[in-house]
């Protein structure tokens, strides 16, 4: 049964940071490409960020660049996303997501697998 847990949403000022962190189950991480997705209150899934299995690899969503982080531990089956200078519009439900795919997809429809969500609240 696979399984990917996240954690580390809340609620933060702007300017703040916080990291996001998703531990899986039930397959093997390593092989596989570790993301994050969001949904904004409007309700879409866009992509911000992705690391290949081996971690040599990152793509970010190009408003996000130079503030995100995304990193993997291999022997933990976790990955992270750490957002630093966080912004109103940062305010989502953050999904970790898994996939076969070594160049993950910014298309939510291909992706393999996904989390729950963890709601990340940015205040002005």
């Known amino acids: 049964d696979v399984q990917l847990q996240a954690s580390g949403g809340g609620l933060v000022q702007a300017g703040g940071s916080l990291t996001l962190s998703c531990t899986a189950s039930?397959?093997?991480?390593?092989?596989?490409?570790a993301g994050w997705f969001r949904r904004t209150p409007k309700k879409e899934r866009d992509f911000v960020a992705s690391i290949s299995s081996t971690g040599r690899s990152t793509w970010y969503e190009e408003s996000v660049k130079g503030r995100f982080n995304i990193s993997r531990d291999n022997n933990q089956k976790t990955h992270y996303l750490r957002m630093n200078n966080l912004k109103p519009e940062d305010t989502a439900v953050y999904y970790c997501v898994l996939d076969t795919a070594q160049i993950m997809s910014y298309e939510a429809e291909r992706v393999d697998y996904w989390g729950k969500g963890t709601l990340v609240t940015v205040s002005s």
């Open positions: 039930g397959l093997t991480f390593s092989t596989l490409s």
